[in-house]
């Protein structure tokens, strides 16, 4: 029963960080960005900085408890 609620956690953070990896901006956004109407003033790429931030950041948390449930269904299994 345990292993199994590890596992649908451990799917669930799979999924959790493959949607936060899409959502994030990626380094080179010239083009695409110009495309998308992004638009090039101060504010808008300050806002976006701290969005990527918190994302960077997300995906790093997420990521790690991915790893710890990982390692755990290992000890388990």
């Known amino acids: ?9 451990q ?5 959790g960080v493959i949607l936060i990896v ?5 380094k080179s956004a010239g083009l695409s960005g110009a495309i998308g109407g992004v638009a090039d003033s101060f504010l808008a790429k ?3 900085k701290t969005m990527d931030a918190k ?4 995906t790093k948390w997420i990521g790690a ?3 710890i449930l990982t390692l755990v269904l ?3 299994g």
């Open 22 to 26: 899409l959502f994030q901006s990626g």
């Open 55 to 58: 994302l960077a950041r997300a």
């Open 11 to 15: 799917l669930l953070l799979g999924l």
């Open 1 to 9: 029963m345990l292993k199994l609620i590890i596992t649908i956690l």
């Open 46 to 48: 300050n806002k976006a």
């Open 74 to 76: 290992l000890i388990l």
């Open 65 to 67: 408890l991915f790893l």
